[in-house]
């Protein structure tokens, strides 16, 4: 295992880039931390598998500098690296049993039979594949083939990372949350760096602790599933994670908070000073989970229109008008709603403000 | 998904149902019958039995032909297939230098038969042809006509040059068509490139394989014009197939019965072996009993 | 117009896809089938629109049988899975291709595809070919080619499952809005409960090719009449558990025990298997009644807004769900708690024996 570090990262897939979005990743430092298990998220086309590729050796960046507990490994090879990967379709050699399929990387690398035997039965037992080891591989369902994909890689004593590339694309809804599961077990188990693909923001969100967000080929936020959730660093990831995704509400900034649509919201003091220029173009986002209707005298409070009311069953989604501003808020399913004109509350503690799509506080 | 609203397609099958019956289902009913009768003249033949099909079996000539047929097909596999594969693999994955080489290998595939035969002839004569003049010039004797061996290695050359392209073809789309994650995780795994191979590359291309076995024994072991033009079968009957005997018993001899017997058997042939190959190929390296 | 299924099956081999079904659909009415995959629910859009046809069973359009009338007298547009075109065709010739066969002038094909791309905010996309477009994209103009038209039934078949979840979220809102300004029929086919519930109208529920339940989908919700409906209209699946009831109290597993709760004061003594929905389990006591379950911790699922925390207690597996993203470890002892006014009876059968109350509100 081994810390990987990412310095000015940044790769273009033309020989000549120059405009800015001829480049698949934009300069980039990041440092993966030895043991962590790290998602990579963002939607299609945002670089995270280029991201991916360059640690793994695929890709040789443009600019950058990749070093593995400090030793540089930029021009190095795939096989060199040490790393692991499982694909988004599995990998598997078909004609070997899959005892064969999880011994071949030791085999490659000249282990003699008794460590591989030991090590592969070990890999087995955890994955709960022992039944299987004799079965020709091709013959298994998805999940059990990507259980193989993934023991390759547990075999090796030598594997700095394990990267995942959206491994459950091909798994059935109900297998999962069982792999899901197996993963977390085999991250606390074995402690390994394991760095998980997805568009997907449950499967980043469970499975990581920290989870780095990509939008066209940046890094926009870096952190564990609750901060993504009550204070994403941009707008885009307000948007993104969360379903709806977070209200952003235009607005000026005024003496003791902020006027949205004429009607003042106040904030506190330690986020009003970072209000500074004026020029910027400001909103207050909040999460729908954090609107409530007000109580009658409460202050402070928005006055709105009902527009929608969406029972969802387990809750529902109420969208509010304030003067062409759309306010959607989360509400439990037996949550009592006046008919039509609602007062709304913000939680104080979840109000964030942006300028220019960017967290201030 | 079985479709039940509209069936006027199927009048779309007749002709193709007529052209089949014409062309395949009658001759062959013909050739059974000329099998069991003795054929005098236009009018005049009599009923023998099995007559045709034991002396066909008994023939020498046969013999020595069927020998020469499975030599020869055996010999196109056992060089066409790896050789095919192995210049799949050596090809250029894509770019202009993939579809020159692409194109350049159609070539040989695109020549009428007869001609391919003939441009051989020129190309191993050894007075004028550059292939026979430069092999003698080395201090060989080499003489397709007169050396039975010549006629061998000339044949196969000119068989090899000819179809191998078949197979390259066949291998490189089996090929192109392996995912690259395949090869990812192959490199990722510490592979070796033969392992790669053995593990990723030949079971990937199995039915694509498949069907170049088929395509060349069934067509190895059909072989006429090309060998009828370049040696005539010759010299002896060295390079007498299968079908340059029965071609010389049916036409030559006009021995229509004993023909159409061994026609019958030859069509057997044909068909137990490729069913064998097909089951055989089927089932490498999968392990399944089926 | 109204379209009729009267004893339907439809059986392939020894396979029968679709047991006996009837049932009703109205103009301008929107139709869920809500199901597992394999329920049957593409077999029955298929044979709605009559591509395949009833092995028994008769199908009315308007009160005449059209059971034998192949598709192409019908008058139907489906939407699929996958995203299709033609991709040999720009935007606007595909959308308009249903037009141009049906022989509408070139001045009507017009205006009528134009506005409805505008409709799906692909107006701007018309001279493009489909490989140069997003999945979303694609989607939307294989859409367009449906809407346009006007057929009388219009069938789609999980036309969202393969988008990124931001564009479902979006596409599902738009399609909602259209629906309603239709006139058509609109038979909509998913597995998804949260999607048939957004969409509201009308509820199928269909499983192992048999309709389980029909009717409002937001009170066959919360009155599903049988288990299998309660698993099949519930994300994540609902929590259930053996149990009995003696006397004035109830055991859930062998080791919950309440007294009854209103709703369950007329069952009868005996066994019964309980269910409650994961958004009812909370990891805070709400009120000195809520039955508390205790357990060990296999895996916390966080969705983006919620977590769903999977716990064992005795053998048994549940659920909660939780509001906001909250981390829990792998093993920790957590307990969950329940009110039991929220939690389901069902009978030996499966039936529905005691349902919680709920009060029927009007969407918006």
């Given at each position: 295992?081994?810390?990987?570090?990412?310095?000015?990262?940044?790769?273009?897939?033309?020989?000549?880039?120059?405009?800015?979005?001829?480049?698949?990743?934009?300069?980039?430092?990041?440092?993966?931390?030895?043991?962590?298990?790290?998602?990579?998220?963002?939607?299609?086309?945002?670089?995270?598998?280029?991201?991916?590729?360059?640690?793994?050796?695929?890709?040789?960046?443009?600019?950058?500098?990749?070093?593995?507990?400090?030793?540089?490994?930029?021009?190095?090879?795939?096989?060199?690296?040490?790393?692991?990967?499982?694909?988004?379709?599995?990998?598997?050699?078909?004609?070997?049993?899959?005892?064969?399929?999880?011994?071949?990387?030791?085999?490659?690398?000249?282990?003699?039979?008794?460590?591989?035997?030991?090590?592969?039965?070990?890999?087995?037992?955890?994955?709960?594949?022992?039944?299987?080891?004799?079965?020709?591989?091709?013959?298994?369902?998805?999940?059990?083939?990507?259980?193989?994909?993934?023991?390759?890689?547990?075999?090796?004593?030598?594997?700095?990372?394990?990267?995942?590339?959206?491994?459950?694309?091909?798994?059935?809804?109900?297998?999962?949350?069982?792999?899901?599961?197996?993963?977390?077990?085999?991250?606390?188990?074995?402690?390994?760096?394991?760095?998980?693909?997805?568009?997907?923001?449950?499967?980043?969100?469970?499975?990581?602790?920290?989870?780095?967000?990509?939008?066209?080929?940046?890094?926009?936020?870096?952190?564990?599933?609750?901060?993504?959730?009550?204070?994403?660093?941009?707008?885009?990831?307000?948007?993104?994670?969360?379903?709806?995704?977070?209200?952003?509400?235009?607005?000026?900034?005024?003496?003791?908070?902020?006027?949205?649509?004429?009607?003042?919201?106040?904030?506190?003091?330690?986020?009003?000073?970072?209000?500074?220029?004026?020029?910027?173009?400001?909103?207050?986002?909040?999460?729908?989970?954090?609107?409530?209707?007000?109580?009658?005298?409460?202050?402070?409070?928005?006055?709105?229109?009902?527009?929608?009311?969406?029972?969802?069953?387990?809750?529902?989604?109420?969208?509010?008008?304030?003067?062409?501003?759309?306010?959607?808020?989360?509400?439990?399913?037996?949550?009592?709603?006046?008919?039509?004109?609602?007062?709304?509350?913000?939680?104080?503690?979840?109000?964030?403000?942006?300028?220019?799509?960017?967290?201030?506080? | 998904?079985?479709?039940?609203?509209?069936?006027?397609?199927?009048?779309?099958?007749?002709?193709?149902?007529?052209?089949?019956?014409?062309?395949?289902?009658?001759?062959?009913?013909?050739?059974?019958?000329?099998?069991?009768?003795?054929?005098?003249?236009?009018?005049?033949?009599?009923?023998?039995?099995?007559?045709?099909?034991?002396?066909?079996?008994?023939?020498?000539?046969?013999?020595?032909?069927?020998?020469?047929?499975?030599?020869?097909?055996?010999?196109?596999?056992?060089?066409?297939?790896?050789?095919?594969?192995?210049?799949?693999?050596?090809?250029?994955?894509?770019?202009?230098?993939?579809?020159?080489?692409?194109?350049?290998?159609?070539?040989?595939?695109?020549?009428?038969?007869?001609?391919?035969?003939?441009?051989?002839?020129?190309?191993?004569?050894?007075?004028?042809?550059?292939?026979?003049?430069?092999?003698?010039?080395?201090?060989?004797?080499?003489?397709?006509?007169?050396?039975?061996?010549?006629?061998?290695?000339?044949?196969?050359?000119?068989?090899?040059?000819?179809?191998?392209?078949?197979?390259?073809?066949?291998?490189?789309?089996?090929?192109?068509?392996?995912?690259?994650?395949?090869?990812?995780?192959?490199?990722?795994?510490?592979?070796?490139?033969?392992?790669?191979?053995?593990?990723?590359?030949?079971?990937?291309?199995?039915?694509?394989?498949?069907i170049a076995v088929l395509l060349r024994f069934m067509d190895s072991f059909l072989i006429y014009a090309e060998p009828f033009v370049l040696t005539g079968g010759g010299p002896g009957n060295a390079t007498t197939f299968l079908s340059i005997h029965l071609v010389k018993m049916a036409v030559g001899q006009f021995d229509l019965g004993p023909a159409a017997a061994f026609s019958l058997i030859y069509f057997l042939i044909v068909l137990l072996f490729s069913w064998l190959f097909y089951q055989a190929l089927q089932n490498v390296g999968t392990g399944d009993k089926r | 117009m109204t379209i009729r299924l009267e004893e339907v099956t439809r059986k392939m081999g020894a396979e029968t896809h679709i047991f006996p079904t009837s049932?009703?659909?109205?103009?301008?009415?929107?139709?869920?089938?809500?199901?597992?995959?394999?329920?049957?629910?593409?077999?029955?859009?298929?044979?709605?629109?009559?591509?395949?046809?009833?092995?028994?069973?008769?199908?009315?359009?308007?009160?005449?049988?059209?059971t034998g009338a192949s598709v192409r007298q019908r008058n139907v547009a489906m939407v699929y899975q996958q995203f299709i075109n033609y991709p040999s065709f720009t935007v606007f010739d595909n959308v308009a291709s249903p037009l141009r066969r049906a022989g509408v002038s070139p001045q009507e094909i017009d205006q009528r595809v134009r506005s409805v791309a505008k409709s799906l905010h692909i107006d701007a996309l018309l001279d493009r070919l489909p490989a140069e477009l997003s999945g979303g994209q694609q989607q939307r103009v294989a859409l367009a080619r449906a809407l346009v038209k006007e057929a009388g039934l219009l069938l789609l078949d999980e036309p969202l499952v393969n988008l990124d979840y931001k564009l479902r979220?979006?596409?599902?809102?738009?399609?909602?809005?259209?629906?309603?300004?239709?006139?058509?029929?609109?038979?909509?086919?998913?597995?998804?409960?949260?999607?048939?519930?957004?969409?509201?109208?009308?509820?199928?529920?269909?499983?192992?090719?048999?309709?389980?339940?029909?009717?409002?989908?937001?009170?066959?919700?919360?009155?599903?009449?049988?288990?299998?409906?309660?698993?099949?209209?519930?994300?994540?699946?609902?929590?259930?558990?053996?149990?009995?009831?003696?006397?004035?109290?109830?055991?859930?597993?062998?080791?919950?025990?309440?007294?009854?709760?209103?709703?369950?004061?007329?069952?009868?003594?005996?066994?019964?298997?309980?269910?409650?929905?994961?958004?009812?389990?909370?990891?805070?006591?709400?009120?000195?009644?809520?039955?508390?379950?205790?357990?060990?911790?296999?895996?916390?699922?966080?969705?983006?807004?919620?977590?769903?925390?999977?716990?064992?207690?005795?053998?048994?597996?549940?659920?909660?769900?939780?509001?906001?993203?909250?981390?829990?470890?792998?093993?920790?002892?957590?307990?969950?708690?329940?009110?039991?006014?929220?939690?389901?009876?069902?009978?030996?059968?499966?039936?529905?024996?005691?349902?919680?109350?709920?009060?029927?509100?009007?969407?918006?």
């Amino acid at each position: 295992m081994a810390e990987i570090e990412l310095k000015q990262i940044a790769h273009s897939y033309l020989k000549t880039p120059v405009r800015d979005e001829d480049w698949a990743l934009k300069e980039l430092d990041q440092v993966w931390i030895d043991g962590g298990a790290y998602a990579l998220l963002g939607p299609s086309g945002c670089g995270k598998t280029t991201l991916l590729n360059v640690m793994s050796g695929l890709v040789i960046p443009t600019r950058g500098r990749v070093s593995f507990d400090g030793e540089d490994v930029t021009e190095r090879k795939t096989e060199a690296r040490n790393i692991a990967q499982v694909f988004q379709f599995p990998v598997i050699y078909d004609t070997m049993s899959v005892f064969d399929n999880l011994a071949f990387p030791l085999r490659n690398r000249k282990a003699d039979e008794n460590t591989v035997r030991e090590r592969v039965h070990e890999v087995a037992e955890m994955l709960e594949l022992e039944g299987e080891l004799k079965t020709r591989a091709r013959r298994l369902t998805a999940d059990a083939k990507q259980k193989i994909s993934l023991g390759r890689g547990l075999v090796r004593s030598d594997v700095a990372a394990i990267l995942f590339d959206e491994p459950l694309t091909v798994i059935d809804p109900q297998a999962k949350w069982l792999l899901r599961r197996k993963l977390k077990e085999i991250h606390e188990r074995f402690k390994l760096t394991l760095i998980y693909v997805t568009h997907d923001q449950a499967e980043a969100l469970t499975f990581a602790d920290q989870v780095v967000v990509m939008n066209e080929g940046q890094v926009l936020q870096v952190g564990t599933p609750q901060e993504l959730f009550e204070s994403p660093a941009h707008r885009f990831i307000g948007y993104f994670i969360g379903s709806p995704g977070m209200n952003f509400l235009p607005c000026e900034a005024s003496e003791d908070g902020v006027r949205i649509a004429g009607q003042t919201v106040s904030l506190p003091e330690s986020i009003l000073e970072k209000i500074v220029a004026k020029e910027q173009k400001l909103e207050l986002g909040v999460r729908p989970e954090f609107v409530r209707p007000a109580s009658g005298t409460d202050r402070g409070s928005l006055e709105t229109t009902i527009r929608a009311v969406d029972d969802l069953g387990n809750y529902k989604i109420v969208t509010c008008m304030l003067e062409g501003l759309e306010i959607k808020m989360k509400l439990p399913e037996d949550w009592a709603l006046p008919e039509v004109k609602c007062r709304v509350n913000f939680n104080p503690r979840m109000i964030r403000v942006y300028a220019d799509g960017r967290l201030i506080g | 998904m079985d479709k039940w609203e509209d069936n006027r397609a199927w009048w779309l099958v007749v002709p193709v149902f007529l052209i089949v019956a014409i062309s395949a289902i009658i001759p062959l009913m013909t050739v059974v019958n000329y099998s069991v009768q003795d054929i005098f003249g236009p009018g005049q033949r009599v009923f023998v039995g099995t007559e045709w099909f034991k002396e066909v079996l008994t023939d020498r000539r046969l013999h020595e032909a069927l020998g020469n047929q499975f030599l020869f097909s055996g010999l196109v596999l056992l060089i066409e297939i790896p050789l095919g594969v192995a210049i799949a693999l050596a090809m250029p994955k894509q770019g202009w230098r993939a579809s020159l080489c692409l194109v350049l290998l159609a070539l040989p595939l695109l020549i009428p038969w007869n001609v391919i035969g003939t441009i051989w002839i020129i190309f191993t004569r050894p007075d004028i042809g550059l292939m026979g003049v430069a092999i003698n010039g080395l201090g060989l004797e080499f003489d397709h006509t007169a050396a039975p061996l010549d006629a061998w290695v000339t044949v196969m050359l000119m068989e090899v040059w000819h179809w191998t392209p078949l197979v390259v073809l066949l291998a490189y789309a089996g090929l192109r068509a392996i995912p690259e994650a395949y090869f990812q995780a192959a490199r990722i795994d510490g592979a070796s490139a033969w392992a790669t191979f053995r593990y990723i590359q030949l079971p990937k291309m199995r039915g694509v394989l498949t069907i170049a076995v088929l395509l060349r024994f069934m067509d190895s072991f059909l072989i006429y014009a090309e060998p009828f033009v370049l040696t005539g079968g010759g010299p002896g009957n060295a390079t007498t197939f299968l079908s340059i005997h029965l071609v010389k018993m049916a036409v030559g001899q006009f021995d229509l019965g004993p023909a159409a017997a061994f026609s019958l058997i030859y069509f057997l042939i044909v068909l137990l072996f490729s069913w064998l190959f097909y089951q055989a190929l089927q089932n490498v390296g999968t392990g399944d009993k089926r | 117009m109204t379209i009729r299924l009267e004893e339907v099956t439809r059986k392939m081999g020894a396979e029968t896809h679709i047991f006996p079904t009837s049932m009703e659909l109205k103009s301008g009415s929107l139709n869920v089938l809500l199901g597992h995959t394999l329920a049957g629910k593409t077999t029955l859009l298929r044979l709605l629109a009559g591509l395949d046809r009833p092995s028994s069973g008769k199908i009315f359009v308007d009160g005449v049988d059209v059971t034998g009338a192949s598709v192409r007298q019908r008058n139907v547009a489906m939407v699929y899975q996958q995203f299709i075109n033609y991709p040999s065709f720009t935007v606007f010739d595909n959308v308009a291709s249903p037009l141009r066969r049906a022989g509408v002038s070139p001045q009507e094909i017009d205006q009528r595809v134009r506005s409805v791309a505008k409709s799906l905010h692909i107006d701007a996309l018309l001279d493009r070919l489909p490989a140069e477009l997003s999945g979303g994209q694609q989607q939307r103009v294989a859409l367009a080619r449906a809407l346009v038209k006007e057929a009388g039934l219009l069938l789609l078949d999980e036309p969202l499952v393969n988008l990124d979840y931001k564009l479902r979220e979006e596409l599902r809102q738009e399609l909602r809005a259209i629906f309603r300004r239709r006139e058509s029929i609109v038979v909509y086919a998913t597995t998804e409960p949260t999607e048939a519930l957004l969409l509201g109208g009308h509820a199928f529920v269909v499983d192992e090719g048999r309709i389980l339940q029909s009717g409002p989908s937001i009170e066959v919700f919360h009155a599903p009449a049988s288990e299998r409906v309660g698993k099949v209209f519930s994300d994540p699946p609902i929590n259930l558990i053996g149990g009995r009831v003696t006397g004035r109290s109830a055991v859930l597993g062998d080791t919950i025990s309440m007294d009854l709760p209103d709703h369950m004061t007329l069952l009868d003594e005996g066994a019964y298997r309980f269910g409650v929905r994961a958004n009812f389990l909370n990891v805070r006591r709400q009120s000195d009644r809520d039955l508390e379950i205790e357990g060990c911790v296999e895996l916390a699922e966080i969705s983006g807004s919620e977590t769903f925390i999977h716990l064992e207690h005795h053998g048994v597996s549940w659920v909660a769900q939780e509001e906001g993203v909250h981390s829990f470890g792998l093993g920790d002892t957590v307990s969950i708690f329940v009110d039991p006014d929220h939690v389901y009876a069902f009978d030996g059968s499966g039936r529905l024996a005691a349902c919680p109350p709920y009060e029927a509100r009007g969407g918006g």
